[in-house]
């Protein structure tokens, strides 16, 4: 069972990256289209695509990283990272509160609790502040910000700091790699393959060996 929720979890990693290639390829091939557009409904597009990205962390599993390449398209790179980062933010303070408001009951019916029960114990007490920043950079933003409102008992300010902190080298990372050719792209999409079932490997193996101690 394990190791058939580990091959799922690697497929659907690999898709959203895959759909992330193809956005970026067409926001470059469509490029101007894209300016043409961004002229027309700046504002509308920047509002939808904030409330996307608040709704894709609140409901699992959709996700809005596929988008960034076309946002990028529309108000370069700087305006999609402080886009990006107030979204998921905003995003990942919701779910949050859900978890830390209606607990357990509410949030199984976005993904299962059960596998993550380890997840608690693998919270050290000290230097919390910078682990959780590497969470924000290896665990998905809506599972965490679900987990943290269970599990934990840390501060909204604690809790909003990492966020917005851990999300923006993520994002910056995102933002650019959909400026950057399509063959450079598919070089860097199966590195960010490779790279991914490394971060997944190592995840699971750390919160397995803090379970076992």
Do not use: H
């Not at 920043?133 to 990492?162: E, Q």
């Not at 050719?181 to 991914?196: D, H, M, W």
């Amino acid at each position: 069972m394990r190791k058939s929720n580990n091959i799922k979890e690697y497929l659907g990693a690999g898709f959203v990256l895959l759909l992330f290639v193809v956005s970026a390829f067409f926001s470059q091939e469509y490029a101007d289209f894209f300016s043409g557009m961004v002229f027309e409904y700046k504002l509308l597009a920047g509002v939808v695509y904030f409330l996307v990205i608040v709704l894709a962390i609140v409901i699992i599993p959709l996700t809005s990283i596929p988008l960034i390449p076309i946002i990028t398209g529309f108000f370069g790179v700087f305006w999609t990272v402080v886009l990006s980062v107030f979204g998921w933010t905003i995003g990942s303070i919701v779910a949050f509160w859900i978890a830390k408001k209606y607990g357990i009951p509410v949030v199984e019916r976005f993904f299962e609790i059960k596998k993550w029960e380890k997840f608690y114990s693998s919270i050290p007490e000290e230097r919390m502040f910078w682990y959780l920043i590497f969470l924000r950079i290896v665990v998905p933003v809506d599972i965490l910000s679900y987990l943290l409102g269970i599990f934990t008992k840390i501060s909204w300010k604690m809790f909003v700091t990492t966020t917005a902190l851990g999300l923006t080298p993520v994002v910056i990372s995102l933002a650019y790699f959909g400026t950057f050719s399509a063959e450079f792209q598919l070089i860097l999409a199966v590195s960010g393959v490779c790279l991914l079932g490394l971060f997944i490997f190592i995840r699971r193996r750390y919160f397995n060996n803090r379970k076992n101690t």
